[in-house]
């Protein structure tokens, strides 16, 4: 069974811009979370979808939008740039209980210069 | 506010030793707690969990003990192993939930032959 991807993997903006980046869930995975990492605050929580609907929210400022389509794919929009947005974003996807492990992505490694 | 804290960035340990790998929370609403590995260019890979009505979960070479009073849960590997090395996150969530994850920093775990 294949994995979760994540594209693109790596990325570079500059400040300002926004970027779209794509989670496609291993089959039958009904949720999709996405995560930042940074040196300074670790991995931490963006938002999760099921069923095409956001299920649970992190804090993050609403410059930070996602979308699941009906085949479970996730993309993450952020907009307006910041030079503070470069990390790894990580997306993690599962069949949606509870209590279901999640399967991490790879990441996608963004750079706002 | 860091809520889930790995106060060691690195540890290092000989093969066939034990590794100890500690972490403590501050809220206190934590219920369900877990452990994921992650070797560089790859994403996190789920461990060992545990929930707050436990104080210790087994599986192979990998125990997580919890000690609730102290706010402090443990990752002992025995025996430790090469292949180990890697950084290793906690995470704690609400409500026995394996979603909303909060991470700690991490721990870079290095086991030399």
């Known amino acids: 069974k294949a994995g979760v991807t994540q594209t693109p993997r790596y990325l570079i903006k500059t400040r300002g811009q926004q970027v779209t980046l794509s989670c496609s869930p291993i089959?039958?995975?009904?949720?999709v979370s996405w995560y930042q990492q940074t040196p300074g605050q670790g991995l931490q929580f963006l938002f999760e979808y099921f069923s095409e609907t956001q299920r649970n929210k992190g804090n993050f400022p609403g410059r930070f939008s996602g979308r699941q389509f009906s085949n479970s794919r996730s993309e993450m929009n952020v907009s307006t740039l910041e030079l503070g947005d470069s990390a790894l974003y990580l997306c993690a996807s599962s069949t949606g209980t509870v209590t279901d492990t999640q399967y991490f992505g790879p990441g996608t490694r963004l750079t706002v210069l | 506010d860091q809520q889930v804290k790995q106060n060691s960035p690195s540890l290092s340990v000989q093969e066939g030793r034990i590794s100890i790998l500690n972490c403590d929370y501050t809220n206190s609403m934590f219920d369900y707690f877990l452990w994921y590995k992650k070797y560089p260019a790859e994403g996190p890979t789920f461990l060992i969990s545990i929930s707050s009505i436990k104080d210790k979960n087994e599986d192979g070479r990998f125990t997580v003990f919890l000690n609730k009073s102290a706010k402090h849960l443990s990752l002992h590997i025995v025996p430790s192993q090469p292949g180990d090395s890697a950084v290793y996150f906690c995470?704690?969530?609400?409500?026995?939930?394996?979603?909303?994850?909060?991470f700690g920093k991490g721990t870079l775990l290095t086991v030399n032959p």
């Open positions: 089959s039958g995975h009904r949720s």
């Open positions: 995470a704690a969530s609400v409500g026995g939930s394996n979603y909303k994850l909060t």
